[in-house]
């Protein structure tokens, strides 16, 4: 059975870091595509951070710079690394994982239906 469970967040002043991490199990990591996404009762989910089994990583515009997602295979985590923060990030984030690339496509374009993992969602807070 799949299980994503994230934990790191809290809250933080304009500026500030944050290192979320998401430990699954069920699966291996390095064997599906994953990511960390966001989202706040003003606005669709959005992918912030992707890392595609070909271990490539792709970022939001808006977090270019600012955070990095890495991957533990030896620890079966993905991780976010969240630096600079804004009061813009505040938000809750979910890991997410997809066993293909179209399901993932999926997950990031918000496609209704059942096409991957998702944790249960943590919450960042960033005041000024």
């Known amino acids: 059975q799949v299980h994503l469970v994230e934990s790191g967040g809290g809250s933080v002043q304009v500026g500030g870091s944050l290192t979320l991490s998401c430990v699954a199990s069920g699966f291996t990591v390095g064997t599906h595509y994953m990511g960390w996404f966001r989202q706040t009762p003003a606005k669709e989910r959005e992918a912030v951070a992707t890392y595609y089994v070909d271990d490539s990583t792709h970022y939001l515009d808006d977090v270019k710079g600012r955070f990095t997602i890495t991957r533990d295979n030896s620890k079966n985590t993905l991780d976010l690394q969240m630096n600079a923060l804004k009061p813009e990030d505040t938000a809750i984030y979910y890991c997410?994982?997809?066993?293909?690339?179209?399901?993932?496509?999926?997950?990031?374009?918000?496609?209704?239906?059942?096409?991957?993992?998702w944790g249960q969602g943590t919450q960042v807070t960033v005041s000024s």
């Open positions: 997410a994982a997809a066993p293909n690339i179209w399901a993932f496509r999926a997950l990031i374009t918000n496609l209704e239906g059942n096409f991957g993992y």
